[in-house]
């Protein structure tokens, strides 16, 4: 399956961006996806997942009760809602699929490119 992240931009502390991942090749029905972000110097970290129904969501602790996991197997994408966001969610965002639900990075074996996240202060 490729995957294609899409949505970051620029954004002010406080303010809202909705992240897009669309997938080809393969019925993204089939895989677990998840949400993860890396920051220079700094290993990649789990943000959100979601299982391929859409009913299990797990959020990171520190992205609880401001971003959102949806997935629309319909339209073969999946989405992340960023609200109330901070300088510290600055990163590179990637999407990424998985046989097994999961939080680790290396149980996701298809990744897509990556999409920037700046929020100022």
């Known amino acids: 399956v490729q995957l294609q992240a899409s949505g970051g931009g620029l954004v002010q502390a406080g303010g809202s961006l909705r992240l897009s991942c669309a997938a080809s090749?393969?019925?993204?029905?089939?895989?677990?996806m998840g949400w993860f972000r890396q920051t220079p110097g700094k290993e990649r970290e789990f943000v959100a997942a979601?299982?391929?129904?859409?009913?299990?969501?797990t959020m990171s602790d520190p992205v609880k009760g401001r971003f959102a996991i949806s997935r629309d197997n319909a339209k073969n994408a999946v989405y992340l809602q960023m609200n109330s966001l901070k300088p510290e969610d600055t990163a590179v965002y990637y999407c990424?699929?998985?046989?097994?639900?999961?939080?680790?990075?290396?149980?996701?074996?298809?990744w897509g490119q990556g999409t920037l996240v700046t929020v100022s202060s």
């Open positions: 990424a699929a998985a046989l097994s639900y999961g939080t680790v990075v290396s149980m996701y074996g298809y």
């Open positions: 090749g393969r019925t993204l029905s089939s895989y677990v």
């Open positions: 979601i299982s391929r129904s859409g009913v299990r969501h």
